[in-house]
């Protein structure tokens, strides 16, 4: 053929941009079957999405697949894989373990392709976040070179798809640190429920396998056996008109948006939406390049897919930070609701006797209590409230955002604080009373 692609890199190259097999062997034993399977035809539009955000001048940023174990999550991210390379004993799988010694490198050695990033659950929460952050900032740190110069901070732009059993959120809040997801770390990295709801774990559609086992085993396989092909015949049809690219991209994107937004969607959800959009539009075009062996459609039915599952999962159009707000105050309750909020009433620990038992409170955050219903509501001191509760938010707004969804007994006057008996105390106390429903299911 004649042409070249060039990998940019300086140092010893690790990389797993090889071939094997054929275009055609690759969509009959490997793309064909994501048809019907929106979770893997997410994974495979993502691939051919990877070049788009350079014409498009879109940003960085992935999809992480969330769920339980064998449920197929590493089986999509190695479909998707083989649309770019393979081989060895990973294919074009990176782990999240390996990335966060050598992130900087290995992102710009992913540069306007796709990187997949397995096993989330192998890195330190603190690390996720970085990694994460740095990967969607398109940026790694700038460092003195050897003679004390500044040398340029690396760069890169790509998409990534990720895998974990548990959520990105939950990760970075592991360590119990009271650290957090940022919203826009969340809106640039999409977190999907890799369950697709029709007992078959990641997939919908078995295409006449046995079992969902046997289907992932045989995708497994074939990705190990046909791949690196698909990309090349993207791109070489995609640079005949460079021009049309950012054009019929946006085209797409904006018709996805369009349809798929639901009514008062907030700006959070409309960039989420924009990157599934791009994503749907990069397996349009490789279906109209004939390089995914799909019906036209197909891609923007899976993006649909995922993205209203995404949605739901988020529990709403509302601000992040809002929902983000319930979640903290719920965690401080689950975590301390029994050993530093003080018992009143029938909640007080007694003897044989009836005597109360002197439970000794450690930090006390609060007291608790039966409410009218038989739940329990908790009462948190204002200082803790601010220190501790709403560290690193903005105590008033969380507050706020839990009246409105009535886990606030709010005070007189539609105060935000309640003037309260509390015992030790000699006159009535302000305090923050989350009703019980804060650990119940209905918090979205
Ligand atoms: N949807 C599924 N239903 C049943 N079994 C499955 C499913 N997906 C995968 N498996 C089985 O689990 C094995 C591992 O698949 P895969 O690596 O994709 O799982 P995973 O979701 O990444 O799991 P883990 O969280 O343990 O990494 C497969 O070889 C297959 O035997
Ligand atoms: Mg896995």
Known sequence: ?????????????????????????????????????????????????????????????????????????????????????????????????????????????????????????????????????????????????????????????????????????????????????????????VDIAADAGAGLGIFENLHGFPSADAFARHLKMASGEHYGEAWRAFMRLLVKDFDAIAPTVTGYRDEFISENIPAGADGQVSRVAARFGLVAAGGEMATAFGVLPWQPGEATKAAARCFSDWLLLRGGVEPAEEREAVSAVRRFIELHGNSRFEPMGDLIHRDGMGSPIDVRIQNRAGFRRRDDAGGIEYLVLPEVWRGEVCAGMDAVTVAKALASRNLLAAGEGNKLQKNTRLPGFSSSVRCYVITSSILGDDHA
């Open 1 to 189: 053929m004649g042409e070249h692609y060039i990998l940019q890199h300086t140092g010893a190259i690790d990389h797993a941009y090889r071939q094997r097999g054929t275009v055609e062997s690759w969509q009959e034993h490997v793309a064909l079957y994501a048809v019907g399977n929106s979770r893997l035809g997410l994974a495979l539009s993502t691939a051919f999405a990877a070049p788009l955000l350079y014409p498009t001048g879109s940003e960085s940023g992935g999809f992480h697949f969330r769920g339980g174990s064998s449920t197929g999550k590493t089986t999509a991210l190695h479909v998707a894989g083989s649309a770019w390379g393979g081989g060895g004993i990973r294919g074009f799988i990176r782990t999240w373990r390996a990335t966060s010694n050598g992130l900087e490198g290995v992102a710009a050695l992913h540069c306007d392709a796709l990187l997949c990033l397995d096993e989330i659950g192998q890195v330190d929460g603190r690390d996720a976040g970085q990694i994460a952050y740095m990967l969607a900032n398109e940026q790694g740190k700038t460092r003195a070179g050897r003679s004390g110069e500044t040398r340029r901070a690396a760069e890169w732009r790509l998409l990534f798809l990720s895998s974990g059993e548990i959520s990105l959120a939950d990760k970075i809040a592991e360590d119990g640190r009271g650290r957090r997801i940022a919203a826009g770390q969340e809106v640039r990295i």
